[in-house]
């Protein structure tokens, strides 16, 4: 009788048994794989409701289990207790012109995940996350949604993270220090950076190459990683002038967060996954941004020999910017930059530069006639303005200073925030004056109020000490270049100065974010103390015009100094400025690249090869150029005994005729460089 009762209890127990064991569905998850299935992403949420996302690279896992979401200020955090409640997918597949760049076309293929993150307690605020994939990298950002309990939108910072699943080594350099992006950078393991810039590149133990970065930096903090444990970062965003970092009314997007992945580090400076983030040009016809060479009343400066401020040894005078002019116009060069022209150098520029006057120049510098007498010459005067990191000074006197500039023919501008890093100047809510970071919301507010404003009057921008580059050139095409790292200055007067190795960190780093107005071409390799040497051979100058990218460049030596090695200065008056195809030919980070690149306005292909502080022999195919065509090649190499230390003059300049079924072998000198230029001769 018991025997049966308890078999009768057990089997009517059974079902709910069963149901009480049954474990919980799991969350609900979205995955998107790019184009040609080479990346893959998938976001979920965990057992707390965090929200997480990572990533794949041919069924591989490259970036674990990392968080999304936001610390507020004043309201709880965007953390947990979250479920995606929507999702929906899209795929983009164009090719776009550039009216300027690296390349003439730009194909922007992948894949788009778009997903809903929403509270499931009080007060039930959502965000979205939207990811596009693409075959060589990742870009993700966060929308807000016009939500009555998320209007206003304080963020003391961003929760989000990059979980790296392997070790390996990283190019990076410091953020949250006294100077700004100007800093040599470190080679590390992962496991020792502590609080980088982006872009910061990683190699992987595995020989992969992941570059971090963010694209479209639009009213907005810019973004620092974190290390926080092993392989896994934290963003954390530069600070703002109060409590909040950024301040935003809802609805709106943050930047883009992008990973560019690749086999090798070529693979890393090929994609176009960052301008591809940014929106098509907003100003319609750009026809007045022109890509151009200048010289310029600078170098003297940074040797100590002339003055920005007025006296003896001032160097932006009448007669002088006079006889740049005429150099200019004699070889062929669209531009002359004069620095020191105008009202407040005088003093404490350095740390006040509210002396400033943006449309005062000095006794001895005629703007007027000087503006005139460039014009019959055909040449431009570039315009320079120095702020001091004064931004709200400078915006104050912009409308009149660029109505001038535009009035008198100059139509692009170099402008300069020395101060530094947080002591910039900008105005509160209030009107008054606050102390911001160059790269905070502020800074980034005021960069493109600069050029919008300069579009108006058909000016193109080039800023140093510049907030970075995100690609936005592509929706503002007249912000053509700008700094943003150690650029030439440092090799002269440098402690330490620019080593072999610098530029070709550049290239696997800071140019992955776009162009740089670096100021190569110096001739006389004497630094700015006795004894001190500029760290490159004579050859190598010459290479970095096709190695660093710009659409601006300059020819920063002294005029004087190129009399004594025309011969040499022939490449500078040839190489192009605008190309119509870029190609990584080979490279290391940090130890040597070289690039090939094609004119925009001739079939002439340019090559420029670069290395450390060791020397190379790199054998390079030529199957780039057209194989119908001969070419004659002009070649600018470094000599049999070469060497930045001991020998950086020696330099050999011979041609000889090739076809693209040929291989060149470029040997680079310690410190060294070789620069080609190919010249399309008649059809085979």
């Not at 907005?220 to 392989?231: D, N, T």
């Amino acid at each position: 009788m018991l025997r049966r009762l308890f078999l009768t209890l057990l089997l009517v127990a059974a079902p709910a048994m069963a149901l009480a064991q049954t474990p919980p569905a799991p969350p609900p998850s979205a995955t998107v794989s790019s184009p040609g299935g080479v990346l893959s992403v998938t976001l979920s949420t965990n057992g707390e409701g965090r929200p997480f996302y990572t990533v794949s690279r041919l069924g591989r896992s490259v970036i674990e289990e990392s968080r999304l979401g936001f610390m507020l200020v004043g309201a709880p955090k965007l953390e947990r207790n979250f479920r995606l409640t929507d999702q929906a997918t899209a795929s983009h597949d164009e090719t776009w012109e550039q009216p300027w760049g690296e390349r003439r076309f730009v194909r922007d293929h992948h894949n788009e995940l778009r997903v809903t993150f929403t509270e499931q307690v009080e007060p039930r605020r959502r965000f979205d996350v939207v990811f596009r994939v693409f075959d060589d990298g990742v870009g993700f950002r966060y929308e807000f949604p016009d939500q009555p309990q998320l209007r206003e939108v304080a963020i003391a910072d961003e929760l989000t993270e990059f979980n790296l699943v392997e070790a390996g080594e990283a190019w990076w350099i410091p953020a949250g220090e006294w100077n700004r992006y100007e800093y040599l950078y470190n080679r590390t393991p992962i496991a020792e950076i502590g609080r980088a810039h982006t872009p910061m590149t990683v190699k992987l133990d595995s020989g992969l190459h992941i570059a971090f970065h963010e694209a479209a930096l639009v009213d907005y903090s810019g973004m620092w990683l974190r290390r926080v444990s092993g392989q896994r970062f934290t963003a954390q965003l530069s600070p703002g002038i109060d409590e909040a970092k950024v301040r935003r009314t809802a609805p709106f997007p943050t930047p883009w967060r992008t990973m560019q992945i690749a086999d090798d580090a070529g693979g890393l400076y090929m994609s176009d996954l960052i301008l591809n983030l940014n929106e098509p040009n907003a100003l319609g016809d750009v026809s007045w941004v022109e890509p151009y060479k200048y010289v310029g009343i600078w170098w003297g400066m940074h040797l100590n020999t002339m003055t920005w401020a007025s006296g003896p040894n001032h160097g932006a005078t009448t007669e002088r910017t006079r006889d740049y002019i005429d150099f200019a116009a004699e070889h062929g060069f669209r531009g002359v930059l004069v620095e020191g022209w105008n009202v407040g150098w005088d003093g404490d520029w350095f740390g006040n530069g509210g002396d400033f006057d943006f449309t005062q120049p000095y006794p001895d510098y005629d703007l007027e006639g000087l503006a005139a007498y460039a014009r019959e010459r055909g040449v431009h005067l570039v315009g320079h303005n120095e702020t001091s990191g004064f931004a709200s000074h400078y915006e104050a006197q912009i409308p009149e200073a660029f109505a001038l500039y535009q009035r008198l023919g100059i139509d692009s501008i170099k402008s300069g925030y020395v101060a530094d890093a947080g002591q910039a100047k900008v105005l509160d809510e209030n009107g008054e004056i606050a102390w911001a970071w160059h790269d905070g919301q502020h800074m980034a507010r005021h960069h493109l109020n600069v050029v919008l404003a300069a579009a108006e009057h058909q000016i193109a921008v080039n800023p140093h000490e510049p907030i970075k580059d995100t690609g936005l050139r592509r929706t503002y095409p007249n912000w053509v270049s700008r700094e943003g790292a150690r650029g030439m200055e440092f090799a002269a007067w440098g402690v330490p100065p620019n080593p072999p190795e610098h530029e070709a960190n550049l290239v696997f780093t800071r140019m992955l974010s776009g162009p740089m107005d670096y100021t190569p071409g110096i001739f006389v390799l004497n630094g700015q103390q006795p004894g001190s040497r500029i760290q490159t051979t004579l050859a190598k100058q010459l290479a970095l015009y096709v190695v660093i990218y710009s659409p601006i460049q300059m020819v920063a030596d002294l005029i004087e100094n190129y009399a004594t090695n025309m011969e040499a200065f022939q490449f500078i008056k040839d190489v192009p400025v605008d190309w119509a195809d870029t190609r990584v030919l080979n490279g290391e980070i940090g130890d040597y690249v070289t690039f090939a690149r094609k004119d925009r306005n001739s079939e002439d292909w340019y090559v420029g090869s670069v290395t450390d502080e060791h020397g190379r022999v790199l054998p390079v195919s030529l199957d780039f150029l057209d194989p119908n065509r001969r070419y004659r090649a002009e070649i600018y190499r470094d000599g049999a005994n070469a060497d930045w230390e001991s020998n950086p003059y020696e330099i050999v300049i011979e041609s000889r005729e090739v076809t693209s079924r040929d291989t060149m072998e470029l040997r680079l000198a310690p410190g060294g460089g070789m620069a080609v230029r190919f010249v399309a001769l008649g059809r085979r």
